[in-house]
């Protein structure tokens, strides 16, 4: 809109200049102390290259240039060059309009067009000053017109534009400006006044009140903040109020003028309902209070506006139906309600606002049949019905009535979808998804404009036929497929010939074969859970856009090709999960990479890791579990400051753990799974006091780990892709279909760790989830456990702990799975709070304690005390720990895997599921 109303302007200055030269002959002669500001000023400016400032055509010649000093003996008069206009009557230079100049170079209080004082009109608009505007402005105390947009004028406005009290048009948008402090308010006579698109911000100053006159005002796209004064209630005149894409909290204005005619308060954060008084500006022809948190239901007064043309309520929380009162607004063109909870059905009587263009009804709960009534909409451009509850038969010839109808979705809804054969129409988004075809539809054949199509979740199977892969070869950007029964691609191997495919889905599919070749233009390329076999072909080394790759759930094998290394510049996210790939993991390409998540678990990968992934900076998930990687700790993982998920389970990574270095190491990190593997010596304590985001309560702008990373506009019936992880939580195998960011787990069970519980370990306030089993720990066990006050599950079960059970344990009231079995521990088993719910398996294997639920008493104890645990102790670690050294370099040695498989036993199945249950409930509540 604001581009528009300057292109419109422009024209309009365009067609004034254009006249005043068929009139040259009555020009005025112009002052000599003007002409030579103006020469001055061209003498002090630079002209960029041409051709610059596109808008609204490219221009070729800067206005300044035609400036000459004399035409042949005389000198020229100034009031006829391109862009000055004299006062008839005086000859003195009182307009200037140096917009689309190409100029360049600052420009300052010396700068001598600030000295023609007479001036009424000023434009400097869309040229590249990169300065901040003069203060001297201040002096220009007769203008009235005063455009300085999209210069790229930094900074704060100049106290001294509020001098300039005749102005009546004031336009600043499009600039870089910043401050709180704006020299408005006095500026009363202004009619027009445009601040838009800069980086404004505080909250809105109630003296724009004041501004009695203002028609026009655009605050669209700053950072302004707070409620919208109140004042605004004294705008009489205003016509057009844009303030959208601010930070404005709040309710909906109640107070606002009756004329006003377009309404724009999109993207703030304004909260209740619609209030009713909008139902008294009955001049509205566009409303747009998308993206906000707007409850209650569409009040039915809107309907009363019958000059709407534009209506926007999309992305709010607006529920209940749409009223009937809207069958009045005959005048409606745009009408959005995206993304609400919107029920009911959608009315037939829509079929009669037959001036409707753009339809969005999409993300809601409507229900029941599309009215056939919709076919009467002829002016359609666009329908989006997808992700309702909408059900019954749709007939696409009957809606491709409407001729300019390119873009229909439908998906995500329980329709059925018959096509004819008579479909001439060019779609440009056609979403069939979840329509319930059969087959492809024949009348694809001939759509060569296609963008985007979605035929996922139908009941496509076989193969697919080649014409299909001949769809709008020239156009097709997204594609999605996913969600049927495909079996094949026509040829094998398949090498997708659609030139400008950025993003295919492909997922949940039967699919075999050799992984189809996607274009080198593809950004998105999902075609996990089919039964593709065959190796990565070196040709997907070509991909240079790639930005995500999930290749997940399939049968493929084969070596890794080491040119996958040459997309490590724009891969952030690449999962090869649960697949066959042998051999070694690729180098990454130089010093570059994007990655924030990789997944190679569940193959045969073998080591060692590349060293080059301390380069991917960006790095937030990274699982190679589930593999036979032979490798050290990669300690300079510590210093990927974004990395969360470490998973290294059950491979062969073996050695000391060791101690961190000077810096910051592994802040961020929320699960670190190293289970399974042969480490030995000393836990690592350094490490455990490096772990902030485990100490330190956060809190989180999403929910999930990573599920920020697909862009809203990708064509996908699953537009969120989740990382995933199989993990032992609370002594069950448990997969996690996306994980909490506030999830915190430490597994380091099942390796050769020895020697005591490091006191470090108590500074984990924010750990849920510490799994110890199976190492060869000894010492007592130690009651700084009890500082971990969010833990849920505790295993330390299969070491050689001893001593009695700390009595500050009972502090661990979050405590749900506790297992201490197959230890040397002795005495009384703590007996309230949550150790009253622990069962016999917590304990079994440690002859010397007693207590319910065990059936030995206490008092039997003294009967036959242990020996001293302390010098159990000593004796023990030592031996014990050369035979199980030896067992190490055995298997090592012979390639066997040593591992301890941790079966089930550590809780009862029916325990198990009410455990879940609680931890699902607790999780609900929200504890932070
Ligand atoms: C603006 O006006 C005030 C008085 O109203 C004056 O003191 C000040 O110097 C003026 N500023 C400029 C830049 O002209
Ligand atoms: C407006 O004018 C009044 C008095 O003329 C002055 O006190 C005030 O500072 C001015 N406000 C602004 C924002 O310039
Ligand atoms: C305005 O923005 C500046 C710079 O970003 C910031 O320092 C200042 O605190 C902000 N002021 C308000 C009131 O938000
Ligand atoms: C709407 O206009 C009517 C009649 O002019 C008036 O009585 C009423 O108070 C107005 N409502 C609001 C909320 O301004
Ligand atoms: C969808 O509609 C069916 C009836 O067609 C109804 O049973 C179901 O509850 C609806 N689902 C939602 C989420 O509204
Ligand atoms: C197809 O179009 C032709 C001519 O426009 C018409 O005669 C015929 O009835 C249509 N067929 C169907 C199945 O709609």
Redesign the pocket.
């Known amino acids: 809109m604001e581009k528009e109303s300057f292109h419109l302007s422009y024209m309009i200055l365009l067609l004034t200049l254009v006249a005043s030269h068929s009139h040259a002959s009555t020009q005025p002669l112009c002052h000599e102390d003007e002409r030579s500001a103006l020469l001055e000023f061209k003498a002090t400016t630079f002209i960029r290259n041409r051709p610059c400032c596109y808008d609204p055509t490219p221009v070729e010649q800067a206005k300044t240039e035609s400036w000459s000093t004399s035409i042949g003996q005389t000198k020229s008069n100034c009031c006829s060059w391109a862009g000055v206009e004299c006062d008839k009557v005086s000859g003195h230079v009182i307009g200037l309009d140096l917009s689309c100049s190409c100029l360049s170079g600052k420009i300052n209080s010396a700068t001598s067009i600030f000295r023609l004082l007479r001036l009424r009109s000023l434009s400097l608009a869309w040229n590249d000053f990169s300065c901040q505007i003069p203060p001297v402005i201040g002096n220009l105390g007769s203008l009235s017109h005063l455009d300085l947009s999209g210069s790229n004028f930094i900074g704060p406005i100049p106290h001294s534009l509020g001098n300039l009290t005749q102005l009546a048009h004031l336009d600043l948008s499009y600039n870089l400006l910043i401050g709180t402090t704006l020299p408005i308010g006095n500026l009363t006579l202004l009619n027009h006044l445009d601040l838009s698109h800069n980086y404004l911000n505080g909250t809105i100053p109630s003296s724009f009140g004041n501004i009695r006159e203002l028609e026009h005002l655009s605050l669209l796209y700053n950072q302004f903040e707070g409620e919208i004064p109140s004042s605004f209630g004294r705008l009489g005149h205003l016509k057009h109020l844009d303030l959208g894409l601010n930070s404005l909290t709040g309710e909906v204005p109640s107070f606002l003028g009756n004329l006003v005619k377009y309404l724009n308060l999109r993207d703030n954060m304004l909260i209740g309902q619609i209030p009713s008084s909008l139902g008294n500006l009955t001049q509205l022809t566009f409303l747009d209070l998308r993206i906000n948190r707007l409850t209650g239901e569409i009040p039915s007064f809107i309907g009363n506006l019958v000059r709407l043309t534009d209506i926007d309520l999309g992305y709010n929380l607006l529920a209940g139906g749409i009223p009937l009162s809207f069958q009045n607004l005959l005048e409606l063109g745009v009408f959005r309600l995206r993304s609400n909870q919107l029920s009911g059905e959608i009315p037939s009587w829509l079929g009669r606002l037959t001036q409707l263009v753009d339809v969005d009804l999409s993300f809601n ?1 409507f ?1 029941g049949a599309i009215p056939s009534t919709i076919s009467q909409l002829r002016n359609l451009n666009s329908l989006y019905l997808n992700s309702n ?1 909408l ?1 019954g038969t749709v007939n696409l010839d009957t809606l491709s009535e409407a001729k300019n109808l390119g873009e229909l979705v439908l998906s995500s809804n329980k329709l059925s979808l018959t096509v004819g054969t008579n479909i001439t129409h060019r779609y440009v988004s056609l979403g069939l998804g979840s329509c319930n075809l059969n087959g492809f539809p024949e009348f694809l054949r001939d759509q060569d404009d296609l963008l985007l199509l979605d035929l996922s979740y139908n009941n496509i199977s076989g193969q697919v036929p080649e014409w299909f892969l001949d769809v709008s070869i020239e156009n097709l950007l997204q594609l999605n497929l996913s969600g049927n029964f495909l079996t094949s691609l026509a040829q094998d191997p398949v090498i997708f010939k659609w030139k400008e495919l950025y993003v295919a889905d492909l997922r949940f599919n039967e699919l075999q074969g050799s992984v189809p070749i996607p274009p080198p233009k593809i950004g998105y390329y999902f075609i996990s859970n089919n039964r593709l076999s065959g190796g990565i072909s070196p040709l997907m080394c070509n991909l240079s856009s790639i930005r995500m790759i999930d290749l997940s759930y399939n049968n493929m094998a084969g070596f890794l090709p080491q040119c996958l290394s040459n997309l490590s510049g724009t891969l952030e996210v690449m999962s090869l999960h649960r697949n066959n790939f042998i051999g070694n993991i690729p180098q990454l390409n130089g010093n570059v990479c994007a990655l924030t998540m990789i997944d190679l678990s569940y193959n045969q990968l073998r080591g060692p890791l590349p060293r080059s992934l301390q380069t991917c900076k960006a790095l937030e998930f990274l699982n190679f579990g589930n593999n036979q990687i032979r490798d050290i700790f990669l300690s300079w993982l510590g210093s990927l400051l974004s990395l969360k998920v470490l998973i290294l389970q059950s491979n062969r990574f073996h050695g000391l753990i060791g101690e961190p270095g000077d810096g910051i190491e592994f802040p961020t990190l929320e699960i670190i799974d190293l289970s399974h593997n042969m480490f030995f010596g000393s836990l690592p304590s350094g490490y455990f006091k490096h772990w902030t985001a485990m100490r330190v309560s956060e809190t989180y702008p999403s929910s999930y780990i990573g599920d920020r990373i697909l862009p809203k506009w990708t064509f996908l019936s699953d537009p969120t892709f989740y990382y995933t992880m199989s993990v032992i939580a609370k002594g069950i195998q448990t997969n996690y279909s996306k994980i909490q960011e506030y999830l915190t787990l430490i597994d380091l069970s099942s390796n050769s760790f020895s020697g005591a519980i490091p006191e470090t370990i108590g500074s984990l306030k924010q750990l849920e989830l510490l799994n110890l089993s199976s190492n060869m720990l000894s010492g007592l066990l130690p009651p700084f456990l009890a500082n971990l006050a969010n833990l849920e599950a505790l295993d330390l079960s299969r070491n050689r702990l001893s001593g009695e059970i700390p009595q500050e344990l009972l502090q661990l009231t979050s405590l749900e799975v506790f297992d201490v079995s197959y230890n040397r521990l002795t005495g009384p088993i703590p007996q309230s709070q949550q150790f009253a719910t622990f069962e016999n398996n917590s304990y079994k294997g440690n002859s010397w304690l007693c207590g319910t639920p065990l059936s030995r008493k206490c008092r039997d104890l003294k009967a036959s005390p242990p020996s001293s645990p302390a010098s159990e102790d000593v004796q023990d670690s030592g031996s014990s720990m050369e035979l199980d050294w030896k067992i190490v370099c055995m298997g090592y040695a012979s390639g066997l895997v040593i591992g301890v498989v941790l079966g089930n036993s550590l809780v009862t199945r029916r325990r198990a599921q009410r455990l879940v249950k609680n931890f699902s409930r607790r999780k609900q509540r929200g504890r932070r």
């Open positions: 709960q229900h509850n059900s």
